[in-house]
């Protein structure tokens, strides 16, 4: 499934493979949110639960969509954050890796605490 996450900054393409998580987003979208920011780090609430897979991680490539089990949001690291060692990008806890960003990187620098996000299924 492919997400646009519309902000005032311009769009960010997401593409998810978790089937779980998809089934839940594909009855709550449009959904309307609000940026937060952890380092090179945004992430923002879903009103979506899920468990934690057996295989969480909380070091991840730039650019992994993941979902913060603990906070109901979908987090994407794009370098590092204050947890970090060196240059990985590493989250507060374990999350389940759910998609990957399709769009350049640096679109994610642009947005700020606070933003509204409005996250849509992207159909082509």
């Known amino acids: 499934m492919k997400l646009v996450l519309i902000t005032q900054h311009g769009d960010i393409h ?3 493979h978790h089937d779980t998580l998809i089934s839940k987003l594909k009855k709550k979208l449009p959904i309307k949110s609000v940026i937060n920011t952890w380092g090179d780090e945004v992430y ?3 009103p979506v639960k899920i468990h934690l897979d057996a295989g969480a991680q909380d070091v991840v490539e730039p650019g992994t969509v993941c979902f ?3 906070g109901n949001s979908l987090a994407i690291p794009f370098g590092p954050t204050p947890a970090s060692v060196g240059n990985e990008c590493r989250l507060v806890t374990r999350v389940n890796k759910v998609g990957k960003t399709i769009t350049m990187l640096s679109d994610l620098a642009k947005l700020e605490d606070g933003d509204i996000v409005e996250i849509r299924e992207l159909l082509e």
């Open 14 to 16: 997401l593409l998810l």
């Open 44 to 46: 923002f609430e879903l």
């Open 68 to 70: 913060w089990v603990e």
